[in-house]
């Protein structure tokens, strides 16, 4: 069979021109207009979402059906809201920084790839430490009552994600220094981008969830 | 040497687990003498954190994220050269392999491995339930035989294998030369006989392995001795296997189409396989989810499930039963869809209602998300919940009477060919409806409160698990056989197989009714007095019953190595996987083909599917547009009436 595959791949040479490489399978049909690249992360992020969906089932649970069900401010525990208002501010400014760096790719500004990647990395580094400082200074633990333990768990949860969206990003800043991606090919930094944008929106979510509502 | 050791391979795997250990050993050690915890190495600690490393560690040593890596740190990418196609020897099988063929033979081998070991432990837990009273293993054992049977069997066995078996044939059905994301299918099939392995080695365990049933209820998972983690830890590999897989499918379907291939010409296996998709991507992380929280719950103290410092017990299987509710359509959907290829082929006639077919596909994917609290009637959730719960739960029986209706017209006036195949989905049928009729009683509430934890849920379970999916499993691996081995197996053992599995799978769990509803309660080793009779003749059966599985491994294993070569299209199906030779060429196709028309015009004049745009370059027996024409041709002269 591998001889007759062989030598109907070297017949094929002769008049098909996508097929350089006669030793590589043929190429796939596109069948759809999404790249495969975009369309692999917008179903990872519907898992994603369900995950986020797992935990905040938790947290309606917790905070109203529960026996003896509450929510801070309860013994004297307070959730800084202005602070983590103020981290909001500074994970949103970071979407719109890596929105510059995705355009300037697109636009072959590759000044602005690699300052915009450089500035949501930064942007994003941010964020995390003002989260850990938070966790040190908030006075409960998750050990002590549920209320404490589904707020780690929530903020933990988009912590860890904002942990991985800063490892793409680096990555892509490194890429980007290193002279990768060109104005016809940037899904290196579209799919990074489209996970960061994700995890921003998701904070939106659960700082309302947790600290305001 | 230096070079094997920096290779990817097995040798490297093993020095990667023995890091991962060590390196939980260290973390361990950090965080607990920063806590001032005593003790500084807490040998639970660092086997938790252990179960997580050391299969990373495992899987990086392989080289399944070699390819990553190299991105990551920006280097310029290795193109794929496609060298690692194919398997030529057994040792192929045991490396990352990117070719969708050899990782489907992957999936389905370790499958059915579990599904013996599986297998093996319901035997002894028959062996012990034979008389009252105690015989060969005490209650806590026994507890785990339950368990580890069960997760094996669903976990392991039944949704992986029929991943494999549309890892095989999926992309050829489609005209596709490979799954879109390989490396990623490369991933998935490595992380599920670490899951698998992790659940066995829980036996090893200090208390003995996980035995709060597949299930795994908080507090008993919360408060169960450590043999708890591995499933806990297990069912997290298992989990992101299966995610990616369906991640993979979907991809796959939606972009790699061959030309003319639209939605509602894809073969149903195909549908089937959207829909599992579908449902895997939206639901698994629910579990994952859910074993997280037990694993923070034991391991840290969190308090999610500790109703004293205002968690929710229930909460647990609310979480759960949302993903494992729509976790029984994804261990049925894709039966389904190997039913409909075999039922249309075999009986030579268009599948009756095509797009009913697929869309009653759709329709269980949505209804399967509104019915999870019917697991719960006894559970002491909120009242309210049941009625709506008991009502989603008639409604789905609906879409799924569509499919059972359709493929009762799809043999109306056929030309049976009764062979192995057409036998499991015609055993498949006829069980399945059995299985969905105990299941719409089940829905009814005053039947679930009266039965709930008896017998008669094992009779129910085992009649949609074993009659329903795993028939399909049986046709499935029987009907594509030919095609992935290149060998015809052997059709007289199949057949005893087939009547020797009907006839002691229905002497096995139909009593199983009876006592149900008598109330015998199921998960408990001993039993009274009264139900001896009924047992005794239980287990003798189900050992028959596992005779049958193994005439069937003989069948397999003997076929494999010698069975007589097999041409491409022995069942004349017109669907795209049979027009390549048996089995296909490394890539495929040589070239894509062009779908031109349905995939089931079996006995229509003149339907072709697909044909080969390169007709004019000599290809290996059947591989063209005439392959698939003789196929129709001969179908509709027998179709005649």
Not at chain 1, 7 to 36: E, K, Q
Not at chain 1, 118 to 124: N, Y
Not at chain 2, 265 to 282: D, E, G, K, Q, Y
Request: hydrophobic letters at 50%.
């Amino acid at each position: 069979m591998e001889a007759g595959s062989i030598s109907a791949g070297i017949a094929l040479d002769h008049h098909d021109d996508h097929h350089d490489d006669h030793h590589g399978p043929p190429m796939a049909n596109r069948s759809s207009r999404v790249s495969h690249e975009i369309l692999g992360m917008l179903l990872f992020i519907i898992s994603e979402i369900m995950v986020f969906g797992a935990f905040f089932t938790a947290y309606f649970f917790i905070r109203l059906v529960a026996e003896g069900h509450r929510w801070f401010p309860f013994e004297g525990f307070e959730l800084p809201v202005a602070i983590a208002g103020m981290n909001t501010a500074i994970l949103l400014s970071s979407s719109l920084t890596m929105h510059w760096a995705q355009t300037s790719i697109k636009n072959g500004n590759r000044f602005g790839l690699k300052a915009g990647m450089l500035l949501t990395s930064l942007l994003g580094l941010t964020f995390l430490f003002i989260q850990i400082n938070e966790y040190v200074h908030i006075g409960f633990s998750p050990q002590d009552h549920a209320q404490g333990t589904i707020f780690y768990g929530l903020t933990g949860l988009h912590g860890a994600h904002v942990f991985v969206g800063l490892t793409l990003l680096v990555m892509v800043t490194v890429r980007a220094f290193r002279g990768h991606f060109t104005p016809e090919h940037h899904h290196g930094v579209e799919v990074p981008g489209i996970y960061w944008h994700f995890v921003d929106v998701m904070w939106i979510v659960v700082y309302t969830a947790i600290y305001i509502v | 040497m230096v070079a094997r050791l920096r290779g990817p391979g097995m040798i490297r795997a093993a020095l990667g687990t023995a890091l991962g250990i060590a390196v939980s050993y260290v973390i361990i050690f950090i965080m607990r003498s920063w806590y001032d915890l005593d003790p500084v190495l807490d040998g639970f600690a660092v086997l938790e954190l252990s179960l997580f490393l050391a299969p990373i560690g495992f899987l990086i040593g392989l080289g399944a994220f070699d390819y990553w890596f190299h991105y990551m740190s920006g280097r310029p990418t290795r193109p794929e050269d496609h060298s690692g196609h194919g398997a030529k020897t057994w040792r192929d099988y045991f490396r990352v392999n990117t070719d969708h063929k050899v990782i489907g033979i992957q999936y389905v081998v370790t499958s059915f491995f579990f599904f013996f070991v599986g297998g093996l432990f319901a035997m002894l837990m028959r062996a012990e339930l034979a008389q009252p009273g105690r015989q060969f293993v005490d209650p806590n054992t026994f507890n785990g035989l339950f368990s580890v049977h069960a997760s094996l069997l669903i976990f392991l066995f039944i949704i992986p294998v029929f991943a494999g078996l549309a890892n095989y044939v999926l992309p050829l059905m489609i005209g596709a030369p490979d799954m879109i994301f390989p490396r990623l299918n490369a991933l998935s099939f490595w992380m599920l006989p670490l899951a698998g392995i992790m659940m066995l080695m829980s036996f090893a365990a200090p208390g003995g392995s996980f035995a709060s049933g597949w299930t795994a209820y908080a507090p008993l998972s919360v408060t169960a001795p450590e043999g708890q983690v591995f499933f806990t830890i297990g069912v997290q590999f298992a989990g992101a296997s299966s995610i990616a897989t369906a991640l993979n499918f979907l991809a796959t379907i939606i972009t790699m189409r061959a030309p003319g291939m639209s939605f509602f010409r894809m073969p149903l296996l195909v549908w089937a396989n959207f829909s599992t998709s579908l449902l895997v991507v939206i639901a698994t992380p629910f579990i994952a989810v859910s074993q997280f929280m037990v694993l923070f719950d034991r391991s840290l103290g969190f308090n999610f499930f500790d109703p004293v410092d205002g968690g929710d017990v229930l909460m647990y299987q609310h979480i759960f039963w949302f993903y494992s509710h729509p976790a029984v359509y994804i261990m049925m959907l894709p039966g389904f869809g190997i039913i409909s290829e075999i039922i249309a082929v075999k009986s030579r006639k268009p599948i009756f209602g095509y797009r009913m077919m697929a869309f009653s596909l759709l329709a269980i994917v949505v209804l399967g998300f509104t019915v999870w609290a019917h697991h719960m009637f006894v559970s002491g959730m909120q009242d309210w919940i049941r009625v709506p719960m008991m009502i989603t739960t008639a409604i789905i029986a609906v879409p799924t009477g569509i499919k059972i209706f359709s493929w009762l017209a799809t043999l109306w006036r056929g030309v049976l060919h009764l062979d192995t195949p057409m036998l499991f989905a015609l055993g498949f049928l006829s069980m399945f409806t059995l299985g969905g009729i105990s299941g719409v009683m089940l829905a009814i509430i005053p039947v679930t409160i009266h039965v709930s934890d008896t017998y008669f849920i094992v009779a129910h379970i085992h009649y949609v698990l074993f009659g329903g999916s795993l028939l399909t499993i049986f046709a499935g691996v029987y009907y594509w056989f030919p095609k992935m081995t290149g060998r015809m197996y052997d059709e007289r053992l199949g057949k005893l197989h087939f009547w020797t599995t009907f006839i002691f799978f229905n002497a096995t769990f139909a009593p199983m009714h009876i006592i149900g509803v008598q109330g015998m309660p199921r998960r408990v080793a001993d039993y009274a007095e009264e139900w001896a009779g009924w047992n005794l003749a239980i287990s003798i059966m189900s050992f028959f019953l596992g005779v049958s599985a193994l005439i069937f491994a003989y069948n397999m294993i003997a076929s494999w190595r010698g069975g007589p070569r097999a041409e491409s299209n022995p069942w004349r199906a017109l669907t795209i996987e049979w027009q390549v030779s048996s089995p296909p060429p490394i890539f495929n196709f040589d070239s894509l083909p062009t779908v031109v028309g349905g995939p089931y015009e079996y006995g229509v004049p003149g339907a072709v599917h697909a044909v080969f745009k390169d007709a004019e370059v000599p290809q290996p027996a059947g591989a063209t547009a005439s392959g698939a024409g003789r196929g129709h041709g001969s179908g509709s002269a027998e179709d005649k009436e």
